[in-house]
Each structure stands twice: as C-alpha cells, then as structure tokens.
C-alpha cells in the first residue's frame, strides 16, 4: 500500500517537472517534441525486457517478446527520427554563411 | 543487484528530464537528445541485470537467458530504424501515429502478461494498476493506428458518423470504467479482465473514427498522451519509477500540445471529440454566393511580376504544401528572391498541418533556416508592413472571417493577418472550401490573386519565370 503512495507522488512531481519544461519548447520543436517523447516513452521497453527474459512461463515470454519488439521500434525508431530531424534545423543558410566567410 | 538496477534507473530518470531541457531550443536540442540517449541506455542495462532475468543465468547461459531479448531487440531496432530512415518528411504524422500504436501495444501486452503472471496472487492496487495499462494501452494501440489509416488515406480521412454515436461511445466507455472497476475489487475474475482487456480496442476504433483529417492535430497529441499514461500504469503496476518518470513527463507532453492545438483552432476537447464538425456551413456559403463576388485569378507570370518586384514576402504554409511536397521549390523561390534584394519569411500558425510543428519541420528539411520561420504571434503584426503574402495550400488558417465575421464557424480562431498584406497571392488547387467546409472571404479580397493548380507545379514555373 505504501508503494502505490510512493508511485503517486513520483508521478505527481515528473509530471510537474514535464509540464514545466516541456513549456518552454518552441512551436518549432514540436514535432521532433513528439517523436523525443515518443522514444521516451519506448522505456516501457524495461517492463517488456523483464517479461520476456524472466522466463516465467511461455505465455509471458511470447507477449514479452512482442512488446519488446513494439518498444524497440519506438526507442531506436524514434531517436532516429527526432536526429534526422534535427539535423535539419539550421540557424543560416549553409551557403550564407559559407559567403559570410568568404567575405571576412 | 537491485540497489544496482535502482541506481542506473536513478541516472536514467536525470538524464531524461535533462534531455528534455535540451529541447528548449534549437540549438541545443540535439545535446539534448544525446544525454536521452544515454539515459535509455542506463535504463536497458540496468534492465538486463534485473535479479529476475539473472536469476537464470547460472543454470540455463547467457544466450538462453537473453535468447528472446535479442532477437526481438535486433528485429526491432532494424524496423525501426528502416522506418525512420526511409520516411519523407510529409509523412511524418503517420509516422507518429504509428509509432503510438506500438507504444500503446507494448503497454497493453506488459499488462495481460503480468496478470496471466501474477493470477491468484494480484492485490488491488496492482490490479487497478494493470487495468489502467491495459485500458490505455488498448484505446491507444487501436485509436492510433485509425488515426494511421486516416493521414495515410487507407481509410476515408472524413469525419464518419453514425446515429447516436456519441451517446453509444460513451455508454461504452462508461461500461469499460465499471469493468475496470469491478476487476480491481475482484481481480481473480479472468472474464472481467480479458472483457475489459478487449473493450478499449473497439473504443479506439469508435472514438477516431467520426475525427476528421484537420483534426487530427488534437488527436494526435492526445493518443501521446495517453500513451504516455498507459507507460506510467506499467510503471505503477511493476514498482518501475523510471516508468512513471518517462510515461509523466510523455503523458504531460501529449497533454500541453493537446491544448495548444485546441486554442489554435479555437475549440474545446470536448468540441473537437464529440463535435463532428466539418459540414458545410449553409450561411457563409450563401452570403458569399450571393454577393456575386469573383475571385481575380492570377497567372503564373503575374505572380512572378507581383514577387519580383515585392521587398519584402511573408509565406503562409498550410497542409496543402505537405500534400504537393512544394516545401522545397518554395526554398529555392525564397533563395532567388532573398537574392533579389527581398526580405522573405515564414507565418507558421500552430494547426497548420496535420500535427504541431509540421511545417516547421518541411521547411527545415528545404533548407530554410530556422530563425525565418516565426510563430503567429511573432510576425502578426508585421503583415501590413508587407508587400506579398504567399499563400501555399493553407486555407482556414488564413480566413479573416475568423476575425470579423461572428457568424462563421470559426470566429475568434487565430489567424494570420494574410489579408492585411499589400497583396496577397493564393495558391491553390481549385476553388473547393477547406475543411472547415466555409468559404473564405480572403480569396474575394481586392488584394487578392489566386492561381490555380498544383502548389509544386505553380511554384516551380514560378521559379523558372524568375530565373
């Protein structure tokens, strides 16, 4: 019982903390917000891996299995994706500021 | 070995919400995603030497121990990142959509595999637990993939409806509640668990399913938030505090974006769940009609006249140019006219698009830079300083009747001031109304051009003409 207490307290005070962060995330950086989050959230990735390695009966471990492969999608898929897009957002143009450098 | 798994879920936690920070701003978002990075990887290893997977590992070896885990693991990652690599940038709500179906399946599948676990010996609080995961993990796992099938145009993206839907979606959702209820006094009952196990998957299905395409924004982000929730019950149903900490802190996300999309388009939940909105509004329509008003169409070659001689541009960007993938032939106009002397920049509004932040990220992937694309409030004001504006396939967002005309749908919405430039021209395939299904009278304005036809097509003639 006292668990379920201390669970709700930790999950009062991160969603607080998520709220307050996550507010200052430009209108920009919303939807490579989602896919951050999105892989983040893949950490149910912990709660598979347990059922699927525990080898607590077969039934577990196959539906262990699945879950592992759904969140291992999201984890290595959605990191992936949130870089590739990152790496688009530029400050300058690349040309720009290769002829900025040529004229200093 | 417990103190040991607690201690890297602990880095784990820090090194999520520092990550997050990251995100804050551009230019330090990728450092951000890094220490993510990092975190996800305290949080499998400290997984991997949890006591109930080791426990195995003296008698069976390692590779039986870790046989399973592999092989979906290296499965996964391979899907995974296939997906992602290969994906345009178009398609990027699809690929959200789907990536929350998976999140919503794993959740709902930790949950039965734990209650076939555990059987017999669930306490109440485990099982209210449980139910949530499974509740929310199922509603998100069937929800998203209908939201899939509508942004892929597998299934009609069109608001579908049936007669007393609203009422039966909430009857049902009612009854879900009290199985759950009833499962968490009575958690040995297996057919309250496997029913209510099975009900949020029709849910998700009816729920979506009268949601239309412009919508989808609001949809989207609130399934990331109950994915989100679904990931924190696992955490409550196993004692995972790393779980409640990333399912919170994705539930919060999922939950701000929801309401900025809901402010943007001027609506409440409730209206955009239950609204069926979308028919066409007889009023505006008629009003249009009959003042016999008719649009001034504008060929390629006066819109590259009206451009080249323009100082400065501002671009309006709405779905339509993620549909005609113009993103880039509308980078290579803003190259030639910033190489004209013309200042050129970018109104996103916050529901341009079928996800927040969509045209920010095409835009970016044209090689735009960032500090050009400003949100509505940043560049409001700063259309009636402008000679052009350019409208490419938004159409609501740009509608003044959202500011002077109280009878229209959506009046009191927020939206650029694209008609208070010095002229405007609009892109657009033909004369069909938007989604909101109302006329808009920006297209009738004295200051207004239109050319028809394909956003990319348009554009790149444009281009040619300016060359």
């Known amino acids: ?104 | 070995m417990i103190s040991q798994v607690e201690t890297l879920y602990l880095i784990a936690s820090f090194l999520f919400i520092l990550g997050l920070r990251g995100l804050t701003a551009a230019h330090t978002a990728r450092r951000g995603l890094i220490l993510a990075e990092l975190g996800m990887v305290f949080a499998i290893w400290g997984t991997l030497i949890h006591p109930d997977i080791t426990r195995h590992l003296d008698h069976i070896g390692w590779f039986q121990t870790y046989k399973w885990i592999l092989l979906t693991f290296f499965i996964g990652s391979a899907i995974g990142i296939a997906i992602s690599a290969l994906i345009p940038m178009t398609r990027m709500p699809e690929r959200i959509a789907l990536s929350h179906a998976f999140g919503g399946l794993a959740a709902a599948l930790v949950g039965v595999s734990e209650y076939y676990r555990e059987y017999g010996h669930i306490d109440h609080t485990t099982m209210g637990a449980l139910g949530f995961e499974v509740l929310f993990g199922g509603l998100t796992f069937t929800g998203s993939l209908m939201a899939f099938g509508k942004l892929s145009g597998l299934i009609p993206g069109r608001n579908i409806t049936w007669p007393l839907q609203n009422q039966s979606n909430i009857l049902m959702f009612g009854g879900t509640f009290v199985l759950l209820v009833l499962v968490t006094i009575d958690p040995s009952n297996q057919v309250l668990f496997y029913a209510m196990a099975a009900m949020p998957l029709l849910l998700g299905i009816l729920f979506v399913a009268p949601i239309g395409g412009a919508d989808m924004p609001v949809v989207i982000t609130l399934l990331n938030s109950y994915a989100g929730l679904a990931a924190s019950a696992t955490g409550f149903a196993l004692n995972n505090n790393v779980l409640i900490i990333a399912g919170a802190i994705d539930g919060a996300s999922g939950f701000i974006l929801s309401v900025v999309m809901s402010k943007a388009m001027n609506r409440s939940f409730r209206n955009v769940l239950f609204g069926a909105f979308g028919k066409v509004d007889e009023g505006d329509a008629a009003k249009v009609a009959a003042g016999g008003e008719r649009v001034q169409e504008a060929s390629v070659g006066d819109a590259a006249m009206l451009l080249s001689g323009a100082g400065s541009v501002i671009v309006c960007p709405g779905y339509g140019m993620a549909v005609a993938q113009a993103q880039h032939v509308v980078g290579e106009l803003a190259e030639i006219l910033e190489a004209n002397g013309t200042e050129v920049r970018y109104a996103i509004h916050p529901v341009a698009g079928r996800m927040p932040g969509h045209m920010n990220v095409l835009l970016a992937e044209a090689n735009i830079p960032y500090t050009s694309l400003l949100e509505l409030e940043e560049i409001n004001d700063d259309f009636k300083n402008t000679d052009v504006a350019l409208v490419v396939g938004a159409n609501d967002v740009v509608n003044p009747a959202a500011k002077n005309n109280p009878a229209s749908s959506i009046y009191g919405m927020p939206v650029l001031n694209a008609d208070l430039a010095r002229s405007c021209i609009v892109l657009k395939r033909s004369m069909r109304p938007g989604f909101a299904g109302i006329e808009n009278e920006l297209f009738f304005a004295p200051n207004t051009v239109l050319t028809f036809g394909d956003a990319k097509d348009t554009l790149e003639k444009v281009v040619d003409a300016l060359r």
């Not at chain 1, 896919?35 to 959230?41: D, R, V």
Request: contains cysteine; charged residues 10%.
């Open chain 1, 1 to 104: 019982m006292l668990e379920i207490f201390l669970g709700l307290y930790i999950f009062m005070l991160a969603a607080f903390v998520g709220y307050g962060v996550i507010k200052g995330v430009p209108a920009l950086l919303h939807t490579p917000l989602m896919a951050f989050t999105n892989a983040i959230s893949g950490i149910s990735l912990v709660g598979s891996l347990v059922a699927a390695g525990a080898h607590y009966n077969d039934v577990s471990t196959v539906l262990g299995a699945i879950a592992v492969l759904c969140a291992t999608i999201n984890v290595v898929g959605g990191f992936w994706i949130t870089d590739r897009m990152l790496r688009m957002f530029k400050k300058q143009d690349p040309k720009a500021d290769a002829a900025g450098d040529a004229a200093s």
